[in-house]
Each structure stands twice: as C-alpha cells, then as structure tokens.
Nanobody
Framework: QVHLVESGGGSVQTGGSLRLSCAASGYRDSPLCIVWFRQAPGKEREGVAVINTRDGARKYDDSVQGRFTISHLPQDNTKDTVYLQMTRLKTEDTAIYYC??????????????????WGQGTQVTVSS
C-alpha cells in the first residue's frame, strides 16, 4: 500500500512558478514510478512528468518539456518526496494536479490506467 499526499498548489500569474510536492509513504525497499497527472475541466487526465525512484529516470510530456522539472528526495527506504518544479506557467497549465504511483521494476509511463495509487489532488490556477 502506497500513501500519497500532494501539496503546493495555488494561484499564480502567467510566467510565474510553483513547486508541487508529493509525499509517498507506506512501502519498503521497492522502487516506484511516481508520476504527476493533471486534469483541467472538461478534459481528459494527462500525464505531465514521471520519475523512477530507483534510477532517477525521468519522462516529460511535450507540453511541459523545458518548463517543468521532476525530482525526488528519498528520506529512507519507506518514504520519498517527489517535486514538480513548474516555471514559465501558462494559462493552459491550469488544472488539478495529482500524483500517482506504481511499482518501478518496469518502465515508467504517463498513462493513467497504469497507476493504482493516487493522491487527492491539488489545484493550480494560472491567470493572465
């Protein structure tokens, strides 16, 4: 069982920055794929960025490449914090952002259906 708690959402103007955090706990000695998804009103949930906690391998959606950075800070073998640093924010980045996780022994994806553990979400609003 993996428990995920997001924080760091808020409101910012176009061009601004925010950092989201995802605190993961409840597992032991297992690599994880931890991913950030977002969902805007009336749109499908989309993968933004993912990291493998075993080797740090990262993947980004084209829409955020070069603007967002995903990183992680292992705290011990049962806890990890994953950050999503968002810069040069655009109005189209407005959405609820969720972190999700699954086992990391195979390649990490940006596909929502591949993930079984989810956080509660945090709102990001970018205004012009």
């Amino acid at each position: 069982q993996v428990h995920l708690v997001e924080s760091g959402g808020g409101s910012v103007q176009t061009g601004g920055s925010l950092r989201l955090s995802c605190a993961a706990s409840g597992y032991r000695d297992s690599p994880l794929c931890i991913v950030w998804f977002r969902q805007a009103p009336g749109k499908e949930r989309e993968g933004v960025a993912v990291i493998n906690t075993r080797d740090g391998a990262r993947k980004y959606d084209d829409s955020v490449q070069g603007r967002f950075t995903i990183s992680h800070l292992p705290q011990d073998n049962t806890k990890d914090t994953v950050y999503l640093q968002m810069t040069r924010l655009k109005t189209e980045d407005t959405a609820i952002y969720y972190c999700a996780a699954r086992g990391g022994y195979t390649g990490c994806t940006l596909v929502p259906e591949d993930y079984g553990y989810w956080g509660q979400g945090t709102q990001v609003t970018v205004s012009s």
